[in-house]
């Protein structure tokens, strides 16, 4: 799969506002059939970040992924509420799912 961690540092202002402004980008992206899974998380420590954490079947989904029209729209639009350039982690890893972190197994 190809998996990516993405930071984004969302404008003061709009920061509160960024689920409802990345949206139509998210549902657009989570309902492409090769997308494994699209979550937003916002750091704990500002508030004005939010991470983005992604996976893609294999490279021609991640392909498919920049490719489309929703992708092209949310380059146009969703820079504007930008402070900077969102910074990246990409890699392609063995496997379609999340595995267990062993040295904190739950037993009850």
């Known amino acids: 799969m190809i998996f990516i961690t993405a930071k984004f540092s969302v404008l003061p ?3 509160d506002n960024w689920p409802d402004i990345s949206r139509a980008f998210t549902d ?3 309902a492409e059939g090769g997308c494994l899974w699209f979550d937003w ?4 420590d500002d508030p004005t970040e939010y991470v983005l954490v992604e996976a893609f079947r ?4 991640g392909a498919a992924h920049v490719g489309s029209d929703h ?7 969703l820079p504007d509420y930008l402070a900077q ?7 392609e890893v063995p496997g379609t799912e999340w595995s267990e972190l ?7």
């Not at 998380?41 to 704990?44: A, D, G, I, T, Y």
């Not at 294999?58 to 989904?61: E, L, T, W, Y």
């Open 28 to 30: 657009a992206t989570r």
């Open 102 to 108: 062993g040295e904190l197994r739950v037993t009850r």
């Open 58 to 61: 294999d490279g021609d989904a």
């Open 41 to 44: 998380s916002r750091s704990l």
């Open 71 to 77: 992708f092209k729209a949310a380059q146009a639009t």
């Open 13 to 15: 202002e709009h920061a």
């Open 85 to 91: 350039t969102p910074r990246i982690v990409n890699f």
